[in-house]
């Protein structure tokens, strides 16, 4: 997985009233991530069979994720029970995979948009998706801003405010390059990072 996806979305949950983030896998232990660092999954899917809000992180090749039957047959249990299911980037395509977008609306990285029209989703080139309670968003940085929406939705605008000022969340890039702006030299040199952008 990208660290990212996971680590920056349940920062904010985690500041959240009554909040406990439970990190879990098919199997409990370290997953590394394409940063070279380790999350740790202390539990396994069976352990938190009705999670509230379900948050699946994305990475460079999530194939192995969206062919794992264990991971699938969870998603697709607990989201019948969830008040949110969530993806940051290329997590969508999980949640895709497990049938979980058939007829919504959803986002994923620009690299990847088009792939979720394999699963019966809409593919919308947004930051952050809301269809009915599934919230799709883009990539790192709009995994954020897709956990202050859900903070606000959870807990209401003031709380959701006072967590993106606690974690002093208020970017200002220094590039402006973006799918729909990046010049082609830009484009290619993101895709190259990306391994080809698969």
């Not at 919230?135 to 006072?162: E, F, W, Y």
């Amino acid at each position: 997985m990208t660290a990212l996806d996971a680590v920056g979305p349940a920062q904010v949950l985690a500041f959240l009233p009554g909040a406990t983030v439970r990190w879990v896998a098919a199997e409990p232990g370290a997953r590394r991530t394409d940063a070279g660092t380790s999350i740790v999954a202390e539990n396994a899917l069976a352990a938190v069979p009705h999670p509230d809000v379900i948050l699946v992180p994305g990475g460079l090749d999530v194939r192995p994720v969206m062919s794992d039957a264990r991971v699938l047959e969870w998603l697709r249990a607990a989201h019948a029970t969830t008040r949110w299911t969530t993806s940051v980037c290329t997590g969508a395509l999980v949640l895709g995979a497990a049938g979980l977008l058939e007829g919504r609306r959803a986002t994923t990285h620009w690299a990847m948009l088009d792939h979720l029209g394999r699963f019966g989703a809409t593919p919308v080139s947004e930051r952050v998706v809301i269809d009915g309670k599934t919230i799709t968003a883009a990539g790192v940085s709009a995994g954020i801003d897709m956990a202050l929406q859900l903070a606000a939705r959870l807990a209401g605008d003031a709380v959701a405010q006072g967590i993106q000022l606690a974690i002093e969340y208020a970017p200002e890039p220094p590039f402006d390059a973006s799918a729909r702006t990046a010049p082609p030299a830009v484009l290619d040199a993101a895709l190259r990072v990306l391994g080809g952008g698969r």
